[in-house]
Structures are given as structure tokens and as C-alpha cells.
């Protein structure tokens, strides 16, 4: 089974293919700001289950999630390729590099995604919480359950309009299935993944909004190559796409 995806872009290209994958919430669309910085690249940007045009689709964790990215990419006949990936796009991503790639990966970017927990009490800790929030999304109506999410901390740096903004763009997705999707990636289920992002054999980078403290910090501490993108937060792609895409164009000249 093949994730819902749209490709932009020539297929005769020398350039690899951008592959884009959103946070949770989200869908493909979200990185339209950042993608008019490179049409000149192809690029494939996935629904993920749960989401968008893959809201129907259920996984039961990232093995199975990282089959239908392989199935996808394939699909689309994609033999070279760099993967992008914001919050749990950027989990998605990393676990899908480290233990599940196809030949042809390029390199790795990776927005606000945690690469793991480091013990058994930050686990259950951590399904405490998402089971939580799982039972927010099953059973408020949606918008109830958006505007308590995007009250958390990680989103203290949002105004009241881009909150309510937030909510009402995500309003038409289906709780049910968001719930679906946190429960089988949820962050206590994924492996920490740490050790082999440090051996990946091709270039890997680690973006993160100047205000988001929680993730500038989580970097910091386990090393990540850490590249810092200036007034914004959790979400940086989103609030300063034309700083995100003079990073990210930068990244994707390094070698291979």
C-alpha cells in the first residue's frame, strides 16, 4: 500500500528528489511556503496515515509506516532522494534513514524531531501522556481538542490569530484517525535512535526555530549538528519559510 502523495517537479532531473514529510496534524501542504525555494528540484510531499489524503491508512508503528514510505517512493520511481522531515515527519524520517532506507538516500534533515527516549521511565512517562491526548482526540470535537494541543508549552510562542489559525486549518481531519496515528508513534514507542543517527553514512542536519528551548536543548545534549532558525519557534518552517529555505538550500549543497 502506497501513501497519498504529490509529486512536483521533472523526472529527468539530475538534481535528487526532495521527499517531504509533515507533523503530526499536518498534511503535504504545509511545506508549499517553503517549496516555491526550489522548483528547480523534484519533489515528492507525503500524507502520512492519519492525515490528509492518507487519512484512511492505519499503521501499528514505524516498521510498518516506513514499508509504505519505501512502497511510496518506489512507486514513483524514485532512485535518489532527500528526506525532510518536521516534528513527527522528522521522527518518521530518522527512523526510516537508520533502519529502513532504500539505496539512493542522499542525506537527512530533520525539523524539531526527538530521536528517542533514553529510558524505560521516560517511556512511561511519555505513553502517560500521549494516551491523554489520545483520549482528547477520540473523544472532543475536533476544534475542542485542537485548541487545547496548541496550548501546550511547545506552542507558547504562537499569537492568539496564528493559534486560532492553526485550529481552524486543521478542523477538517478526522480525531478518530489522528488518535490512530499518535498511538502508533507515539515517541514511547520509538526506539532512541541517537547512536545510529551518528553513524548514518550521509549528511544529516538538525533545524530548530531560536525559541524553541525544549529542542535547541534536546540537540545540545545528545550532539545533533544543530542549525538554529532565527523569530521562530516549535514550527519554524511555517513562521519564517524564506529563513528555513536559505538553511535549507545551504544544507543540500553539501557533498554526498
Not at 51 to 71: M, T
Request: proline share 7%.
Amino acid at each position: 500500500m502506497i501513501l497519498h502523495a504529490r509529486w512536483q517537479g521533472h523526472r529527468r532531473s539530475s538534481k535528487p528528489t526532495l521527499v517531504w514529510l509533515h507533523g503530526f496534524l499536518g498534511n503535504q501542504q504545509d511545506w508549499l511556503p517553503v517549496q516555491q525555494a526550489f522548483i528547480d528540484w523534484p519533489m515528492l510531499s507525503i500524507d502520512l496515515p492519519g492525515h490528509g489524503g492518507s487519512c484512511a491508512q492505519r499503521v501499528s508503528g514505524f516498521p510498518e509506516l516506513s514499508e509504505r514510505i519505501g512502497a511510496t517512493l518506489h512507486h514513483y520511481q524514485i532512485r535518489h532522494y532527500w528526506l525532510i522531515g518536521y516534528s513527527l515527519g522528522g521522527r518518521t524520517a530518522m527512523y526510516y534513514a537508520c533502519r529502513a532506507a532504500q539505496p539512493g538516500l542522499c542525506g537527512l534533515v530533520v525539523e524539531a524531531g526527538h530521536p528517542g527516549l533514553a529510558d524505560e521511565e521516560q517511556r512511561q512517562a511519555r505513553f502517560a501522556h500521549d494516551t491523554l491526548w489520545m483520549n482528547r482526540f477520540r473523544q472532543l470535537p475536533l476544534p475542542a481538542a485542537l485548541r487545547a494541543w496548541y496550548r501546550q508549552p511547545l506552542f507558547n510562542e504562537l499569537t492568539e490569530q496564528q493559534r486560532n489559525a492553526l485550529v481552524s486549518q486543521r478542523s477538517a481531519g478526522d480525531g478518530h484517525a489522528l488518535a490512530a496515528m499518535l498511538q502508533a508513534t507515539s515517541l514511547s514507542r520509538q526506539p532512541n535512535l541517537l547512536s545510529e543517527l551518528q553513524q548514518l553514512p550521509v549528511p544529516f542536519s538538525y533545524l530548530c526555530g531560536e525559541w524553541d528551548n525544549k529542542f535547541i536543548q534536546l540537540a545540545l545534549q545528545a550532539r545533533l549538528p544543530l542549525h538554529t532558525i532565527p523569530a521562530a519557534g516549535h514550527n519554524a518552517h511555517r513562521v519564517s519559510p524564506a529563513a528555513f529555505s536559505d538553511r535549507l538550500t545551504q544544507l543540500l549543497r553539501q557533498p554526498v
